[in-house]
């Protein structure tokens, strides 16, 4: 179990293409080697795709998909952390080849379809898959 936890309400009141971005006072490290990202959400019954906007050491940004927000009770959402990313994954100055170290940038929630959503809350104890787990200080 971990410690870190938020909640979020929102509204995307008008059916325009909305999300928000959430970014930290700094980067969130991920332990070298890490491949997969994971987080425990509290869903809104929604379709709202949950993002992770990743940095790498060039101060490219990519962005993995989670999924979407989803049922309302607990479930695991997961994301492959790859070497290669595709085109239109990429978000800042990225020539879609991820350079460790690598660090979480920001969580994103996207509308889907648009103007669509209302709140959820997620939990991110233990969410890097790696030798070393983050811990907020």
Known sequence: AGRQ?????????VEKNRYVVFRHRRPLPLP???????????????ANRLKLWIKDRTGA????????????YWHELRVNVPKFVAPDARIWQSD?????????????????????????DFHCG???????????Q
Request: with cysteine; aromatic share 10%; glycine share 12%.
């Open 96 to 120: 879609g080849i991820l350079r460790p170290p690598l660090s979480v940038e920001a969580i994103v929630l996207d509308d889907n379809p648009d103007g669509n959503g209302s709140g959820f």
């Open 61 to 72: 940004v990519v962005q993995l998909v989670l999924g979407p927000v989803g049922p309302a």
């Open 126 to 136: 233990r969410c890097w898959r790696g030798h070393v787990r983050y811990r907020d």
């Open 5 to 13: 936890s938020m909640a979020l309400q929102y509204d995307f009141p």
């Open 32 to 46: 070298a080697g890490t491949t997969q990202v994971r987080l425990w959400v509290y869903g809104d019954t929604t």
